[in-house]
């Protein structure tokens, strides 16, 4: 860059010039070449800042311009230097005019900018100013500290040439787009000044100083040590995180494993938690005694290095530590401890335990935490963090408080998935204890069955299924779904259970049972919410029962017919000796406890061997398919030839059970079988007393064919008098039939609905004494009512056959 010959004053010195002085000498280019010590007086220029620079940088028209704008009141006069006659560069002189355009400044300015001086030199945060070029023009004590140099040595240098790194030269970027752009700037780093230190984060603050006209003449750094501010939000965002990734899961281990997975590497290089066998267990664990040591498990185990020897104990192993432990003492104190690897209680407790000091020798351990984990007043376990030779840095007191808020946090999730787990273990319990063998042995079905609970977090629900044997060699199948889930749903579904089985055992068609049960439902309702209505529906939830469904099938062996009917439950699908599948068409009847649609029964004769799948609604229902979808699926799967009942449950739920399954899962699989006339043998009584006798000549020849000799007595007298009293109290038509199965069943069913009842009859009474010998002959007898009167039946036990 040239000289501005044309704004100069050729060199001479006028009469009006009251002193002058050459400032500096420039090659004939225009480049300082030297310089005097006026530069630093009238400038405010190093020696060191000017030599090299193009002087038309120092110059504003015809006088000098300064550090930071200044414009000191001398004119300049230019006079060229000359080797003979060579021209070989140029001096410049400052003269003195004694006058100045700039106004005679106060003693209040001057002190005000001493002032302004004083602040910037001593602002207890480190500032720095950069020219245009991005060279250093001042810095202040605080920043002279920082770097760990004086303003001297570095005035008039750019930031990459003080400190080197990819962190300088984005910085020293960023300075000379603020002076570029004239916008302020903001960035975040972590290095070492003075180089060598331990890194500290630091923030800085980039903005342009402009001049009047608005142009930028320099830019100012404000760089602050944000160290408590970086480390504190640090833990503000590990806690954060701690809020979303711990407690996903209601599972002890899983809570304890996502702790570790927080922890490390971001605040300790090994993490291990311990809890209590008791908490494994669903159980509440005694607290532990002072002097004793606690017999704790591993629940989970991470080091920010990926080796099997990291840690003196695996997941899933147990450990009783000694009472010097820094685990057992804050299982006792419930305080935490932060310790030196150094410190007595350390070095003693690691003298006794060898595996562990050969492990912190190796890794270079120098310092731990230990924390309790409590929740609710209960100690569940302890959690020890560590560092060693992977983060230099020592816990500190903050660290410690940051801990125990961590672990605080954690407690709670595995308090919560150990009471989960005792709640689900009783129900389980509950559930299975009501729920009849998979594998169940009768004449009429073979049959088998699965129930499987809910996988994941989800609670056990309610549903359950049952076989009940009926009289005439029937057989009731039922399934069913109970609203909510846990202990509660389990308790509703034993109660459900068994309102079904009393009405079974009145032998109710399957409409008038789920109506009955309907009923029950319905004022079992009303009577919770009289006994609390301020908690009834005070969440717009219903108890467990209502909402319940329901299906209920009787299968009579004899006239291989079903009879059926569903309460809001999902309808059965029936699969033909043929293989061939299909959901059976079943009015769908409202959940119980609504008390809108009345029931419907639907009857169906199917050939033997047939076999009937119910199924609650767990089987159906996922995320990844729709309803119709698994249907489709399902009858797919049903008509698969399987080897057994057995292998076809299997089969099943192998084919529809997911991952995801949240809901409980309840199969009954029954496959038809028929009582043929080698078996059930039938004769049509008139209303006659005298064919009485005939009626047990019938009975004896058909027990005599059948090899029941011994059956003979007892079933005569039944005969005589169900018969009797049907001829003497019941009206036509009356028929008689006998049924061997696994016992022997005398019925007689008559047009009458009359129910007869079993009286005691006086010493002189001339009858009345019919049912209560029948009674006491037979296992059992009862009477169950058709579409067309009554059956009277009894029921013998017969003798097993070799």
């Not at 000017?50 to 311009?65: K, T, W």
């Not at 930071?68 to 400052?94: F, H, K, N």
């Not at 355009?101 to 720095?128: C, H, K, N």
Request: hydrophobic share 40%; net charge negative.
């Amino acid at each position: 860059m040239g000289l501005p010959f044309d704004r100069l004053v050729p060199g001479s010195t006028g009469a009006d010039c009251d002193t002058s002085a050459i400032v500096v000498m420039t090659d004939p280019s225009g480049r300082v070449t030297c310089c005097s010590p006026a530069v630093q007086q009238l400038l405010g220029y190093a020696s060191a800042e000017v030599i090299g620079r193009p002087v038309a940088e120092l110059l504003s028209d015809d006088r000098f311009r300064g550090r930071e704008g200044r414009e000191p009141s001398v004119q300049v006069r230019l006079c060229s230097l000359r080797d003979g006659e060579r021209e070989v560069g140029y001096a410049l002189t400052a003269v003195t005019t004694g006058q100045s355009d700039a106004p005679t400044e106060s003693a209040d300015v001057r002190e005000g900018e001493t002032l302004m001086r004083r602040e910037f030199d001593q602002y207890p945060i480190a500032l720095v100013i950069y020219d245009r070029d991005g060279r250093l023009l001042r810095i202040n004590e605080k920043m002279a500290e920082v770097i760990g140099r004086p303003e001297d040595e570095v005035r008039g240098l750019r930031l990459t040439e003080q400190l080197q790194g990819p962190t300088f030269e984005d910085a020293e970027l960023r300075i000379l787009r603020v002076v570029e752009t004239g916008e302020p700037d903001y960035m975040e780093h972590e290095v070492s000044t003075p180089p060598g230190s331990k890194p500290h984060p630091w923030a800085v603050d980039m903005f342009p100083l402009k001049d009047a006209a608005g142009k930028v003449c320099a830019v100012s750094l404000a760089v602050y040590d944000y160290t408590q501010q970086h480390y504190s939000r640090q833990r503000l965002e590990l806690l954060g995180e701690a809020r979303t990734r711990i407690g996903t899961t209601l599972d002890v281990t899983g809570a304890a494993r996502e702790l570790a997975e927080v922890a490390v590497p971001r605040f300790a290089d090994v993490v291990t938690v311990d809890l209590f066998d008791a908490v494994f267990q669903g159980e509440q664990p005694d607290p532990v005694l002072p002097g004793r040591g606690a017999a704790l498990r591993r629940a989970a185990n991470l080091s920010v290095y990926e080796r099997a020897d990291e840690a003196a104990l695996a997941v899933g192993q147990s450990q009783v530590h000694p009472p010097a432990s820094p685990v057992t003492r804050v299982l006792i104190t419930g305080r935490a401890e932060l310790h030196a690897i150094t410190d007595p209680e350390i070095v003693g407790w690691l003298a006794d335990d060898p595996v562990r000091a050969d492990l912190c020798r190796r890794h270079g351990a120098h310092s731990l935490i230990t924390v309790p984990i409590r929740a609710r007043g209960t100690t569940l376990g302890g959690v020890m963090f560590l560092r060693h030779a992977a983060c230099p840095e020592p816990f500190s007191p903050e660290d410690l408080a940051f801990a125990e808020d961590l672990v605080s946090r954690v407690a709670l999730h595995v308090d919560n998935a150990r009471r989960y787990t005792r709640e689900r273990g009783i129900a389980l319990a509950l559930q299975r204890a009501l729920l009849p063998p998979s594998q169940i042995s009768h004449a009429a079905v073979e049959m088998a069955a699965r129930y499987l609970p809910s996988g994941g977090d989800a609670e056990v629900g309610g549903d359950w299924f049952d076989v009940i044997p009926l009289p005439g060699a029937r057989v009731g199948l039922v399934v069913g779904d109970v609203v909510g889930h846990g202990i509660s749903a389990s308790a509703t579904m034993g109660r459900l259970r068994t309102a079904v089985r009393t009405l079974a055992d009145v032998d109710l068609p399957p409409d008038e049972l789920l109506t009955h049960l309907d009923d029950i439902v319905t004022h079992a309702a009303y009577e919770r919410e009289a006994e609390s209505p301020e908690s009834a529906g005070a969440v717009g939830e219903l108890s467990g029962d209502v909402g319940a469904s329901c299906l209920y099938a009787i299968y009579d062996p004899v006239s291989r017919t079903f009879s059926m009917a569903r309460a809001g439950h999902p309808a059965p699908i029936l699969v033909q000796p043929d293989g061939t599948a299909h959901i059976l068409d079943l009015p769908a009847g409202p959940p119980l406890g609504l008390g809108s649609l009345p029931f419907e029964a639907t009857d169906l004769t199917v050939p033997e061997g047939s076999m009937l799948a119910l199924f609650t609604d767990g089987l159906l229902e996922t995320r990844e398919q729709d309803i119709d979808e698994r249907l489709d699926t399902l009858c797919r799967v049903l008509a698969c030839p399987v080897t057994s009942l057995e292998a076809a449950c299997d089969t099943v739920l192998e084919a529809l059970r997911t991952e995801s399954q949240a809901d409980d899962i309840a199969l009954l699989i029954a496959r038809t079988r028929t009582l043929d006339q080698d078996h059930v043998a039938s004769w049509d009584i008139t209303a006659d007393p005298a064919v009485v006798a005939h009626a047990r000549k019938h009975a004896t020849d058909c027990l005599t064919t059948w090899g029941l000799e011994e059956s003979i007595f007892v079933t005569e007298l039944v005969v005589s008098e169900l018969v009797t009293n049907a001829i003497r109290h019941a009206a036509d038509p009356i028929r008689l039939r006998l049924i061997k199965d696994q016992s022997l069943i005398c019925e007689v069913s008559d047009g009458s609905s009359t129910s007869p009842h079993l009286r005691r009859a006086r010493l002189s009474d001339e009858g009345g004494r019919g049912l209560f010998l029948v009674a006491e002959l037979t296992e059992r007898w009862g009477t169950r009512h058709t579409h067309n009167g009554k059956v009277i039946w009894a029921e013998q036990r017969l003798a097993p056959t070799l």
